[in-house]
Every structure is written in structure tokens, then in C-alpha cells.
């Protein structure tokens, strides 16, 4: 419409000024009246910080449902870098550092110029090119790379301008603080967090002070649990602040990681990261000069996202119950004599007809909540034992999944079945055993045997049996069984595992011997297998030839709990068995446990109606100082077997030493089974 008249024209200009003039008027009033104070404090700090909030961890459960990992709320200091004097930040630094260490608040301290009682300087670099290039990376010339340790801590003194008011302690607590800034100038806009999982009384002192405290910021944050401690540590793993390595790693990727962030590092805490760390939220806080935190911009906040959680195949009671059996059993060979070597040994229970696994234990042991804020150098030292070697006792690392080790007694029911299937014995077949074989008299039995065919070999485990029986199989079917039943290679478990070894033409660098084929007849020579390995060929062997893929994981859920995983069970290859002949082979393994070596440990047990197969093994380390790994491996029940167990001892000496731990487990089986009531699952105490 266009308006010719001149006078209405001008009443319509004024209504249009008059309207323009009211918003202005309303956007000013708002402003100032009903969100001043607001926007004053934004004006008169001029700094507005987007914050990153983790986002709790997902929970883990263990098959009933008891958790195994969860989060609690802790309190946590952050610092972040003020542009202001050296003598202002290093007094807010000293009094911070005074602070967390009258509260013995555990700090990271990576200054590598160290202080004695008696202020005697020293470096704690590992060899001479961490030296060269930390020098380097704080300026240092060529002329002052020969510093010493004490020129090195006057150079940074100066640097960070410390007055003489401060002694040398002092001013290192000032210095480590300062490193940490520079160590993350990369990312200097990002706090640093200087101590986690603070105590309250921590809180309360900080906040007294916060005056006087530049940058510092007391934020809550979730920490990672562990209810029932030591209890399945090595399978549930730990998890910890993530290191620069890891954040290099994943600052790409979609989780937004922060370097405050927590990230899993070993066990299912690490093999389900991704499902389990959930999505960090933001926050846009208003910080004061100091740069605390004064409120947040809620308007502009984005809550973080919980992660999903896991439900493992595991049983609380009959994980506690496993091993509560292995450690008494290591105390007492430790304490009565009987094998005051064996610190360390592995036992895993495999459900046979899925592949599931319902415990696994390591020992020694830790406590994974050790790892969920900042540990100490004292408790990383006893943990981290520098050790590559097997046999010994090595508390972070998982005996059932990474220890691998020959066999001995336990690989004659394989070596049983691969004879019968490619006919090189029968159920009628004997061989004559006087003590040595026949073909290398120098392989020898542990006793004299006569005319014995399979069954009376498996029980009475006769070395002249198995050698004769490679002897005339040769190795390459030995090897072939070896792999159907999954030995020598990963098993495909969610968690780190070690493929172990397996005697063959292919593992040896010289020319294959016939002595080398006896040897790896009764499980020694080259092959080297993991309890897992061991458990899980039982299984194959129990279940008739389904040769499944272990697993931890049965289910998924998110954080609303709905189910968006649920394992099936995966069959790698089917062995093939002959009834009979298993029948033979399981014949040879009831006697064991009725007749033979072990019967007196399964006194009592009800074999009519239950049953057991089971076969030990003493095995040979190769080193005359070292001594014999004691091995048990069982099914069970009899007639329609549940449940596969191996038991290793390293340096258990003898295998009636493992076999006691294989009946403990067997009855705990049973006796949680009965008591089970699938409708009433009960709480569990830590």
C-alpha cells in the first residue's frame, strides 16, 4: 500500500519511530534492570570459558548382576594459567602446594631434578638422551648442556623468577607447577588438573584460601570404582587419567577426549572403551580475574551423555569362590614347604556349551581402584615388577590370558583323541611299557606299565603310550589336532591374550627329530599354552568337538538399560570326534579322578551321579633351577559336562599340587548351583 497523503505518511513515521524507540527501550530495561547483574559480572570479568564435563563411565556387572565397576562423585583441583607477576602466581602456587601436602593429596611430579634430606641435588633421567632433550626443550644452550642438577634447578629458578625468600624446597614445589604449565602450552587455554579424588577437609581449606589461590578451581568429577577390589582385577582391568601418548591418540576422535579425561587401560576397561565412555558434556562458565569459576550460562549447557555398560559371563560368588581356592593353596605350598616357590598361578572355568567364561583368576593380584586417581611411585614399583620372565609372580599381569607354558600330562587327552581318529590306535591297541621307549631309550616313564592301551594310559598317564603313539602319528597330525582344538593360537577373547606356541616343524629353526616328536607327545619341547587355551580345548574335547570362542561379554546395555549387544555363541571349527572314541578318551579321565594319581583328592565327591574327567600334568621348564609347572584340567559333570577347568601353578613342583584347587572349584560349582534361585538374586557384600 503505498500512503499518498502527506499528513498520514507523517502519523505513520511516528508510530514506526515509536515502536523502534519501545524495543530499545525493552532490550535496555532487559539489560539493565532484569539481567543486569548478570551482565555486569560477564563486563567487569570479560572472560567467558566453555568447560568440558565428563561424562560417568559405564557401569560393568557380573552375570547376577552385582557390580563390578562403577562411579563415584570426587572432588578435584584444576589450575589454570593467569597472566599475571611471577611473585603473585608463585605464592598462589607455594600456598596451593602447602596446602595439598599437609593433606597428603597425591600430586604428579615429573620434575627430574630430585632433592634429597640432605639438599643434595640429582637427576632421575633413565639414560643420557632423556637428559639431552629435556635440555633442549627448555632452551638450554650448547654451552649449558653440561649443567648439573643443581645448576639446571637455579637456571628454571630464574626463569620463573623465584625470589631468594623461597628455599629450595620451595621453590621445586613452585617449579613443578610451573613445568606443568609449560608441559601443556600446546593446550594452555585447557585447566590442568593438579590432584584428583581430593579429601574434603581439602575442599574446605582451598575454598578458605580461594582468595589467595590464582587460578585454582575445586570441580567435581566422576572416579572410577571397584566395589569389590583385588576380585577379578586382571579381566575388569583398570582405568585411569589418560597420558599424553593416549591423548595424541584420541584427540580425533568422536568421544572428546580431554587431558583430564579417564580412559580405560587394561583388561574390558580398555577392550569396550568405546561403549563404555559415554559423551562429554559443556558448560560456558563465567570465570573471575582469578580465574575461578563463578556460575554457569546454563542456557548454553550440554549434559554429558553416560556411557553404556557391559554384563559379563561372569558369577561374583563363583569368581570369589575360584580364587579364594588358588590363593590358599598358594599360601599353603609357600608356607608348608611343599613348593615355596609357587607365588604365582592362573585358574579359568569355561561354560562348554557356549564358549562363556564363568571365572578367571590371576594371582598375585591388585587392586585396580589403586589406578583411578593418581598413584604413588612406591605402589607403581611393587605393582610394575621389570620382569619378562614367566615364573615370576607379576601382580598387573594376567597369568590366565598372557603366561603361557608347557603343558606336560594335560595334552595326552588331545594326543588320545588325534591317535584314535586317524587310526594309529585302537580301543584295543597296547603298548608294552618297561620304564623306557622303545625307539630313544632315553625318554623314560614314571613307572612300569606292561601291556597299556588308552584308557590305563590316560589314568595311569604313561609317557611310553603318548611317544609311541606320536611316534608312529608324526608330528604334522600332532600339529593339525593341536590347532582344531585351538592350541597355540588367540583364542579371540576380548581382552590382551598371548597365541602361546605350539612344537612343530614350522617353531624350529633346526632339522625336526624324532626326539623332538616324543617330546612334544607328552606336552613338552616347543609347545607352550595359557590356561584359557587349556580350559577351552577341554571344552571342545567335553562337548564332543565344538570348538567355541571364549568371551567375558554376554551383554550391552545402554544408558537407558535396554540391551543393544547380546553375544551368541560363536563355533570356530568343528574337531571331528567319534562318539566311541571319546567315550574312550573320557573313560581314561574318570579314571584318573576314581583310580588313579588324584583319586585321593576326589574322595567323596559323587561320582555315581555327577562325575567327573580330569587328567594333571607335572611340566618340565627346561631349566634345571626352575622349578615343574603343576597343571589340572577337568569337565563336568560325566555323562552331559557343564562346565572345563585348568588350573596352573607356576612352579607348583608336582601336579597333586594343582589338583586340589581343581576340586574346590568343582565343589563350589555344585554348591552355588544348588543354592541358586534364578528368581532372588541376592546382593553380594564387597
Known sequence: MIIRNEKLRYIFLKILIVIIGGIFIFRLADLQLINGEKYRKIADN???KEVETEAPRGMIY??????????RIGYAVDLSYMNVEDSVLNASLLNLSDILLRHAEKTEDTLPIVIDGEENFAFSFKD???????????????????????ECFDFLRLEYGLATEYNIHQARQIIVFRERFRDQSFSSWDPIRVANDIKRDTVYEIDANKESLIGVAIVDEPVRSYPFGTTAAHLLGYAGKINAEEYAKESNSDKNYSLNSTIGKTGLEVAFEKDLRGESGKEMTVIDYQGRPQYDIMDTSVPAVPGNSIVTTVDLKFQQAVEKALGDQLNYLQSSGAAPKAASGAAVVIDVKTGAVLAMVSLPSYDPNLFTTTISDDVWNSLNVPSDDPLYPRP????????????????????????????TITEDSTYYCNGSDPHIPAFTCLGYHGNTGVVNALRDSCNVFFYETGYNM?????????????????????????AGALGGRDNKTDEWSDADTLNTSIGQGGSSFTPLQMANYIATLANGGNHYQPYLVQKILNNKEKVVFDHEPKILNKVNI?????????????KVATDGFIASDFYGFDHKNIGIGAKTG????????????????????YEAPEIAVSVMIIQGETSSNAAPVGREIVDAYYALKSADDSSNVTEVTP
Open 396 to 423: 598387573l599381569y594376567n597369568n590366565s590370558t598372557l603366561t603361557a607354558l608347557q603343558p606336560g600330562s594335560t595334552f595326552k587327552p588331545l594326543m588320545a583323541i588325534a591317535g584314535l581318529q586317524t587310526g
Open 474 to 498: 608324526g608330528i604334522d597330525s600332532i600339529v593339525d589336532y593341536s590347532q582344531q582344538f585351538g592350541l597355540g593360537n588367540p583364542t579371540g577373547i576380548e581382552i590382551y591374550e598371548t
Open 62 to 71: 557380573s552375570s547376577d548382576m552385582q557390580i563390578l565397576a562403577s562411579n
Open 128 to 150: 643420557a638422551d632423556s637428559e639431552a632433550n629435556w635440555k633442549k626443550n627448555h632452551g638450554f644452550t650448547t654451552e649449558q648442556m653440561g649443567f648439573s642438577p643443581r
Open 578 to 590: 567319534d562318539p566311541d572314541k571319546l567315550d574312550l578318551v573320557k573313560l581314561g579321565m574318570k
Open 618 to 637: 607335572t611340566a618340565e621348564y627346561g631349566d634345571s633351577s626352575v622349578e615343574n609347572t603343576s597343571w589340572f584340567v577337568g569337565f563336568t559333570p
Open 46 to 48: 570479560n572472560m567467558v
